[in-house]
């Protein structure tokens, strides 16, 4: 099989370093054939709701498909033009009138905050967030947005699907019992119905949860549920760790039951066998 990154960080992303040519040198040492950069893209609606601003602007997102266009005549690794959209309500407008001005390859949909708290960090952040409405409430208002992005068929893949066990692990369980289940598997449905696919990202395995997002059981619910599309990353956000436990991440779809993972190409899947 092929082995592909589709969910890592250049210094186009705030919090990441690296030139794209970086990252695709590694690739090459690993053997990777595809990476497809899932830069972030946050939109911050000003409090009146007339306006928005980006992070990376338009001028940088268009500086970025420029170095990427440029780093492929350097190497022989394909390298596609993703985002990782930071979904949020309020700014779902400016999110659709944005997305088809650019060539985007790939669209993974995260969600990063609830309001004004950034639940994936800092660890401080998450915990005040779970201080404040509590563990179950605290996921339910979570999975609300999750549901509504979904909805949205804006995006392409889910990211970390349950990013909620971060900072509080035992959040894992708690999303496969009960009413949470029901709110996950109407989420998951709802996802088979639009054909947006699930994310493994391995990044969970050097967090507190010490296991991919998502868990094995959730992703086993997926396929249950009809989940086919299912895309595959390290969350890298540098070079040395380009494709950081991606035979995890691969080890862990066979056991849920998949046979194909999936390549995007102008917003369109291909399967690979696994």
Known sequence: ???????????????????????ARRAE?????????????????????????????EQQLRAYLEELRDARQHTHVSLKFGIELDYKPEADRWIRDLLPRFPFDFVLGSVHNVGPWSVSGPRESAL?????????????????????????????????????????????????????????????ERMAATGTGVEINASGLVHDPHEPYPSLDLLELAR??????????????????????????????????FTHFHTFAARRPTAMAL
């Open 1 to 23: 099989m092929i082995l592909v990154d589709y969910h890592l960080h250049s210094h186009v992303s705030h919090d990441a370093r690296g030139k794209i040519d970086d990252h």
């Open 224 to 257: 249950e549920r009809g989940v086919e599309i299912l895309t595959i990353g390290s969350d890298s956000h540098q070079p040395a760790t380009v494709g950081r436990h991606l035979s995890d991440a691969i080890a862990l779809a066979q056991t849920a039951g």
């Open 128 to 188: 005040g967030f779970f201080k404040e409405y509590g563990a179950r409430r605290g996921c339910q208002e979570y999975y609300r947005i999750v549901e509504k992005m979904v909805s949205t068929h804006l995006v392409d893949s889910v990211g970390h699907l349950d990013l909620m066990k971060r900072f509080r692990p035992e959040n894992g369980a708690l999303l496969l019992k009960g009413e949470m289940r029901d709110q996950m598997v109407a989420i998951l």
């Open 29 to 57: 040492e690993l053997g990777l054939a595809e990476l497809c950069f899932t830069e972030h893209l946050d939109f911050y609606p000003s409090p009146d709701g007339q306006s928005c601003d980006t992070v990376p602007t």
